[in-house]
Nanobody, 120 residues
Framework: VQLQASGGGLVQPGGSLRLTCAASGSIFNINGMYWYRQAPGKGRELVASIFSGGSTDYADSVKGRFTISRDNAKNTMYLQMNSLKPEDTAVYSC???????????????WGQGTLVTVSS
C-alpha cells in the first residue's frame, strides 16, 4: 500500500491550493484519512481528519479556511486550502487507516509529504 501526496507549491498570502492524497495497492477498505503538517523547526500537527462515514474534524488554526474531502471509489482524499497565510507554510503529509483484506488488521500508512510555501 502506498499513499502519495501532491499539489503543493508556492502561493501568495490569501491564495488557494488543493492537495491530493491517493492511496494505491492492495486495499480492502479505508477508515480514517488524515492530513498532517510540519513547519520548519516545529512539531507535527494534525490539520484535518475525515472518516469513512464522512465526518470531519479540523485544527482550530484552519477551521473555516480548509476543507477536507474524499472520494471512496478512488481511494483519494483532498484538502482545499483557502485564505492561506504565511504560517501555513509546511510540509503536508497524508496518512490513512487501511485494511488490506476483510480478515486483516487495520494499519496506519503514511505517504511522503508535499511542500506548501505561502509567501509574497
Amino acid at each position: 500500500v502506498q499513499l502519495q501526496a501532491s499539489g503543493g507549491g508556492l502561493v501568495q498570502p490569501g491564495g488557494s491550493l488543493r492537495l491530493t492524497c491517493a492511496a494505491s495497492g492492495s486495499i480492502f477498505n479505508i477508515n480514517g484519512m488524515y492530513w498532517y503538517r510540519q513547519a520548519p523547526g516545529k512539531g507535527r500537527e494534525l490539520v484535518a481528519s475525515i472518516f469513512s462515514g464522512g465526518s470531519t474534524d479540523y485544527a482550530d488554526s484552519v477551521k473555516g479556511r480548509f476543507t477536507i474531502s474524499r472520494d471512496n471509489a478512488k481511494n483519494t482524499m483532498y484538502l482545499q486550502m483557502n485564505s492561506l497565510k504565511p504560517e501555513d507554510t509546511a510540509v503536508y503529509s497524508c496518512n490513512a487507516d487501511i485494511r488490506r483484506a476483510s480478515w486483516s488488521n487495520w494499519n496506519r500508512y503514511w505517504g511522503q509529504g508535499t511542500l506548501v510555501t505561502v509567501s509574497s
